[in-house]
T-cell receptor
Framework: AQKVTQAQTEISVVEKEDVTLDCVYETRDTTYYLFWYKQPPSGELVFLIRRNSFDEQNEISGRYSWNFQKSTSSFNFTITASQVVDSAVYFC?????????????FGSGTRLLVRP | DAGVTQSPTHLIKTRGQQVTLRCSPKSGHDTVSWYQQALGQGPQFIFQYYEEEERQRGNFPDRFSGHQFPNYSSELNVNALLLGDSALYLCAVSQWGRTLGNTIYFGEGSWLTVV
């Protein structure tokens, strides 16, 4: 069975602190994709990053960085020097290639509150 | 900006009624999926449409049905509404047949409250 676990329900930090959001996934497939989405109060899921199962290279994009480790089935997300605008719910998702398209399996989300 | 338009943004229905939600993807995205997100939970896959056919379906009852039009837009219909159907309904668009780089974009969703 495929599953995504985000054990941190809510995290509260003070502005400028670094924060890491954890994501652990389960799948028996060898080909899969992992995603992170941000959901502000408006409801729209904003795409942040996509990583395929054959690419374990970590990535940095501005204040965001991602650490993908297949050995521990984890795909963690770090925000450096957090800002109030980073406050949102963050979802990790697992995608399986099925019939040339994808279905996303989401974790339960981590609510991040960045206080001024 | 994914350019996915959903309507209505908010609506209130009574138990037993029927509801239709709409999604219009931007140009180039021919595959539409629908997700249900209950309060405090992650989105759950309902079903997916491509070439006006349902291609995949999640674990949802037959009360949930859909349709895709030739212009790729889609509707989600829910019959005999239950209180538990109250949720944010998200439309997601992508391109069929692309293995690498197939990012899935979401709309802002339709907030449904059943009373």
């Amino acid at each position: 069975a495929q599953k995504v676990t985000q054990a941190q329900t809510e995290i509260s930090v003070v502005e400028k602190e670094d924060v890491t959001l954890d994501c652990v996934y389960e799948t028996r497939d060898t080909t899969y994709y992992l995603f992170w989405y941000k959901q502000p109060p408006s409801g729209e899921l904003v795409f942040l990053i996509r990583r395929n199962s054959f690419d374990e290279q970590n990535e940095i994009s501005g204040r965001y960085s991602w650490n993908f480790q297949k050995s521990t089935s984890s795909f963690n997300f770090t925000i450096t020097a957090s800002q109030v605008v980073d406050s949102a719910v963050y979802f990790c998702a697992l995608s399986l290639l099925m019939d040339s398209s994808y279905k996303l399996i989401f974790g339960s989300g981590t609510r991040l509150l960045v206080r001024p | 900006d994914a350019g996915v338009t959903q309507s209505p943004t908010h609506l209130i229905k009574t138990r037993g009624q029927q509801v239709t939600l709409r999604c219009s993807p931007k140009s180039g995205h021919d595959t539409v999926s629908w997700y249900q997100q209950a309060l405090g939970q992650g989105p759950q896959f309902i079903f997916q449409y491509y070439e006006e056919e349902e291609r995949q379906r999640g674990n949802f009852p037959d009360r949930f049905s859909g349709h895709q039009f030739p212009n790729y837009s889609s509707e989600l219909n829910v019959n005999a509404l239950l209180l538990g159907d109250s949720a944010l309904y998200l439309c997601a668009v992508s391109q069929w047949g692309r293995t690498l780089g197939n990012t899935i974009y979401f709309g802002e969703g339709s907030w449904l409250t059943v009373v």
